[in-house]
């Protein structure tokens, strides 16, 4: 596998910068689910099923903000649209700590609607600096990047907040909140091109917005529909490893579980950047799918170990071959609000699989969880196979769907 994509790909102006920055500000998110599960346990004294609530909250809040917020970068610009972000999340975070526990799930979810777009902002980002032929090696280095982010965020999250406090790690997150969105306004960086008539992160006032009839597509749809549908396998092999490891009374291994599964990510998505052919999303999360499944039959931590790496490799091409795929599909001044929808797509598939894995778990054991969320996968998958299959590449939107700006609502 050659090296050289990349270095193509990082010797574009500002990307580096950009994934660099993308990494560092993604920890705090990555942190907030098990600060918030450990202030709700032991900070309020109540159980795992009010924690989830609480999760739950954040989850919804984001998945509802998240294609708003990528209109208002739109349509206003990257800067303006951060400033509730740097002033309302930050001060939900703040108030957290001293919260009872529905004042919490109200915060939670404020704080997950106006959360820092990081994510989205970063993708929509990379697909105005990156030619459309190198955003495969681009998302893919975006995606190795959450998966380190994944990695340092819950692990730091539970050093603060059982060797300090809970309280103090809910502030520790308000102050990153800040630190991050004013970090992302300094920054700015560009969310449309020269081409647009735009200054870098600014908004196109000179352009016009597509309609979204135009670009809102079936093909669109099933993308984020795979987007979807990877999350509930990841969410759900999440909670199933948890479930696998507490049967065979090894839970203290979970850790090491966790770091290789990431590590396998972070190898496929190195190699899934520098391919040069189009690999399907559909057929990525159809194997990723079928991977899953036999994993609940390690009949030892060991082998679980072992069996999950395969699976694990295709965790973030999936993620970033549907990243593309919006990029693709959506003109440029419509992608932050279709990015939005990615990421809500995420967040979705995120609250289905955890829920789902975990019912059957109950239900079956541990090895009915990673069967459970990999036939799910392996549904979607098919339908989007199906669904493509009899569908053409939309066309162009005609001017009658393109809306002059001095029209917006």
């Known amino acids: 596998m050659s090296l050289t994509p990349y270095r193509r790909v990082l010797a574009l102006p500002g990307v580096g910068r950009l994934l ?98 990081v994510f989205t902002v970063v993708r929509q980002s990379l697909s105005v600096l990156v030619p459309e032929e190198q955003r495969r090696t681009a998302f893919s280095l975006d995606g190795m990047g959450t998966e380190l982010s994944f990695m340092v965020g819950p692990a730091v999250g539970v050093i603060v907040a059982t060797q300090v406090s809970t309280g103090v790690a809910l502030l520790g997150l308000s102050a990153a909140t800040l630190l ?4 992302l306004m300094a920054m700015n960086p560009a969310t449309r091109s020269a081409a647009e008539g735009t200054a870098p992160g600014e908004a196109g006032d000179a352009g016009e917005r597509v309609a979204r009839a135009a670009w809102f597509t079936p093909r669109l749809v099933a993308v984020l529909a795979v987007a979807a549908g990877a999350t509930i396998v990841l969410a759900g092999t999440d909670v199933s490893v948890v479930a696998h490891l507490r049967e065979h009374g090894a839970v203290e291994l979970t850790g090491l579980v966790f770091v290789a599964w990431g590590a396998g990510s972070m190898i496929g998505g190195l190699v899934y950047g520098g391919v040069h052919r189009r690999v399907s999303p559909f057929l990525m999360l159809l194997v990723l799918a079928l991977l899953t499944v036999p994993v609940g039959l390690a009949p030892g931590p060991a082998t679980l170990l072992l069996t999950i790496l ?100």
């Not at 108030?95 to 704080?111: C, D, E, N, R």
């Not at 975990?358 to 199906?386: H, K, P, R, Y």
């Open 180 to 183: 991050v969105g004013l970090g």
């Open 20 to 117: 660099l920055f993308a990494v560092l500000a993604r920890v705090p998110a990555t942190a907030t689910g098990v600060v918030l599960t450990l202030h709700v346990v032991t900070g309020l004294h109540h159980g795992y099923a009010a924690a989830g609530v609480v999760g739950t909250a954040v989850t919804a809040g984001q998945g509802i903000g998240g294609p708003w917020r990528g209109r208002v970068v739109d349509r206003v610009g990257l800067r303006r649209s951060l400033v509730p972000s740097v002033v309302v999340a930050t001060a939900c975070w703040a108030l957290a700590p001293f919260a009872s526990f529905a004042q919490l799930v109200v915060l939670a979810m404020v704080g997950g609607v106006l959360g820092v777009p």
């Open 310 to 409: 395969p699976a694990a490799a295709l965790c973030a091409p999936v993620i970033a071959a549907t990243a593309e795929g919006v990029s693709r599909l959506v003109p440029e001044a419509a992608r932050g609000e279709a990015m939005g929808w990615h990421g809500s797509a995420l967040m979705v598939g995120s609250a289905l699989g955890a829920p789902l894995a975990g019912w059957m778990i109950d239900t079956e054991g541990a090895w009915s969880g990673f069967a459970a969320v990999g036939a799910a996968g392996m549904l979607v998958a098919a339908a989007g196979l199906l669904a493509t299959r009899t569908r053409s590449t939309p066309r162009p939107p005609t001017p009658a769907e393109r809306v002059p700006v001095a029209d917006r609502g």
